[in-house]
């Protein structure tokens, strides 16, 4: 991505470590069971110890549950020209979001897993709810409102419901964000 080419040696070794720490769980979540996986097998796999393992991971379950799309997505939003409408900032942001079809099969791997996953439901609903807080974050300071504004908030709800709709139908999740934006300007005609 973009944002690794402004990043030190250092910033991009830990960025390698914990890609290969998240490719190698992903591989064997695939391989035996995301359940039967156990974090020293994957900090064997990814040839690190298990105590590198939880310098980067809390757990096996954060493995799944990092958003590392949000962030960037969040960023590309706010350096959207300020006459832009939300939708229209969102649209620019995910057009310029460029992956490459491993990052783009990741994450979607990476969203099937967390909300088919028995075991991660619960993560999945603090991370939906977060999703839902970071919408609403910057949502609220394109629109000039307050992040508890009840428009704002169910917009961002929509946006994130609309999404997890189609969980089952990625990798072309950006294709389909877009595909939300449009309905969502032409006001939702069903």
Do not use: H, W
Not at 2 to 20: F, I, N, P
Not at 50 to 56: D, E, I, K, L, V
Not at 102 to 108: G, L, V
């Amino acid at each position: 991505m973009a944002a690794e080419l402004t990043q030190g040696l250092r910033e991009r070794k830990k960025a390698s470590t914990r890609r290969k720490i998240r490719t190698e769980a992903f591989r064997l979540f695939r391989k035996q069971g995301y359940a039967e996986t156990t974090v020293d097998q994957i900090a064997a796999a990814a040839k690190v110890s298990s105590r590198t393992f939880f310098r980067y991971f809390q757990n096996k379950e954060q493995v799944v549950l990092d958003d590392d799309l949000d962030p960037l997505l969040v960023r590309m939003v706010v350096m959207q020209p300020a006459g832009l409408s939300v939708t229209a900032a969102f649209r620019a942001a995910a057009e310029q979001l460029a992956l490459d079809p491993p990052e783009e099969q990741f994450e979607a791997d990476r969203l099937r897993l967390l909300y088919t996953e028995p075991e991660l439901r619960g993560g999945a609903m603090t991370e939906l709810r977060r999703n839902i807080d970071l919408l609403s974050q910057v949502i609220a300071q394109r629109s000039d409102r307050e992040p508890s504004d009840r428009q704002v908030r169910m917009f961002a709800g929509a946006c994130v419901g609309a999404l997890l709709s189609v969980t089952d139908e990625l990798p072309d999740e950006l294709d389909y964000a877009l595909q939300v934006l449009d309905f969502f300007d032409a006001g939702m005609p069903l």
